[in-house]
């Protein structure tokens, strides 16, 4: 009698997301220790508590803004329903809760290194410009996405700064992958 054992199941896109930003926070802590500061979330110090809840506020206020921009280059832009629709056919199908992880795992885990590890080491256009090449995508089509991940480092690390914190970051980056992925695969991209 000869038994083959059976592969193991593939991971799940959720695994893989959080096994991806969960690397990207170890990194960070690592960066982060290695320079003998290892609280990634407060920023030279402790801010003063009106930053701590002032950050989140912000950072949903300046989320809310890019979505905003989004919904208008969308709607009056090729380009923009070019991208739309390239992520869209990329992403393929996501349940809601997909994109609560991937919102989730990607804005905590890229504020962590990119703001968190990197903005006090590199500064804050370096910082900006490691960002936007980890948002470089198949194809030109792609540019806009990361010319606006170059615009969105710059924001997010002046936010950081300001506040001393990465609530507000974190509060953004999430508030505009969340949102963004809902509708992306919620909707085709429509013409003008």
Known sequence: MSYSESPPPPLSRGTLVIGLYGGM???AFLIAAGRGDPDLYRLGGSPAATMLLLGPVLGAALGGVIVVLTRIATKHFEWARDLHSSFRDLLGP???GEIAVLALAS?????????GALLPWLGLWLQAIVFALLHVGPGRRFLPWTASALVLGVAFGAMAKWTGNLGGPIVAHFTINFVNLRYIVGRAARHS
């Open 94 to 96: 996501l349940g809601g």
């Open 25 to 27: 926070a170890i990194v």
């Open 107 to 115: 804005s905590i885990g890229e504020e962590l290194l990119f703001r």
